[in-house]
């Protein structure tokens, strides 16, 4: 329901900068990217004009300036209070400017749904790959073999999108149901180790072991009892030390199921920490594998953002932070200088409040140009079957001003953007350059 903000229009001579205003058109009748805006530069006021409405809805509250004064040649305009809907007039001959305007919007939006498409096929690719990761922790003991290879074969297929020559985009997936936090972490795990390989350059066959390594680095927690491993309050010593001992479970389980001996000693070392702080044998930096310490950096990040109770995760963004503002001594710093560049400050997850304040949820980071994700934004005009996903690196002028938390959205937006409680992710070949 309209607010008494929402019910004063100007005639377009009295635009100026500084305005905020609200297009009654539809997202494709004008070339904006949104529907409400603040007027920044005279070519804003020049192509509102051109759409030949005879009066725009602005808003006294959000304008940083009032409307210009009408000059007596200026026709009537309506009242600060009339409610009536601004109707376009149709031009006498279609402007080439604002045509043009017009049909880069489409073109935008044929981008936009190539995208989509994509992203309908990464989550298709995850979906597949989620099987496999949950029949690692079902099958690992009954049909050990069958298990690896199976793992086997889902690391190769990932390192040949990985190892190509297109650029790398990594995706948020829409989500995954209750009761499988382990399987995703284990998933989201790989797809990170992968890309931060990819990134560093590794070999293949580097990247293979730390592929494999990624997927099977938890199936120690089998023998670890579910009031432990899902307690949501911190462990007592006891409970520690058993927690501890999924190491050398995961390195004696994959030994039966024949996995590789490299692959087990990154499996052993997967909580050990370069300060020597990590467990089970607190090793320093020059003691850990170093494909180890890759995998140990994005375990702890994912341990940070999807925490059993999911209150108490971080944001991506916060998890970026924490590890590398105050927590760098833990972690290798060559990976996880690579790690920030190929995420970017602003991971995908991450809810963000953009330079015009919009509200937005970071949904892609392309892995070669991270500081220009694709955002999901919140436009009040628009219902979330019409939402815009808007690509930073083509939005001139628009980028983000920081990242926020769930409950810092309002109710309209949060429903909007839905953020999910847990984070899973997947990686694509990138259709730009």
Known sequence: MPNADSEHFIHPE???????IQLDLHWMEHPFTFGSFKIKSADQ?????????????????????????????????????????????PPIAPDPALQALLHAKRERLKQHEQR??????????FGQAAKVVRNINA???????????AADHLVEQMLDSLLSDSDIAIHLMNGKSAGDELYFHSLNVSVLALMLGREMKLSREQIHILGLASLFHDIGK???????????????RAEQAIVEQHCQWGVEAGHRAGLPV????????????????GYPHKLNIDKIDPLARILALVNTYDNYCNKINAAQSLTPHEGLALMFAHQKAKFDPIPLNHFIKC??????????ILSNECYGLVVSVNASRPLKPQVLVFDPENTPNESIVLDLEFEKGLNISKSI???????????FLSPKKRMTYFFSQSETK
């Open 14 to 20: 009295q635009l100026q900068i500084g305005l905020f």
């Open 45 to 89: 006021i020049d192509t509102l004009k051109k759409l030949g409405l005879k009066q725009i809805r602005y808003s006294p509250i959000k304008s940083d300036v009032s409307p210009l004064a009408l000059t007596p040649t200026t026709e009537d305009a309506p009242t600060s209070t009339q409610a009536a809907e601004s109707t376009p007039v």
């Open 116 to 125: 989509q498409a994509q992203l309908d096929a990464c989550e298709k690719a």
């Open 139 to 149: 099958q690992i003991h009954t049909q050990p073999k069958e298990t690896v290879a």
């Open 222 to 236: 089998n023998e670890v009892p579910d009031r432990i491993l899902l307690k949501t309050e911190g462990l007592n």
């Open 262 to 277: 490299p692959v087990l000693k990154v499996i052993a070392q997967h909580h050990e920490m370069c300060d020597g702080s």
């Open 343 to 352: 995420l970017g400050v602003y991971p995908p997850g991450t809810l963000v």
């Open 405 to 415: 938390k769930v409950a810092q959205l309002p109710r309209e937006a949060a429903f």
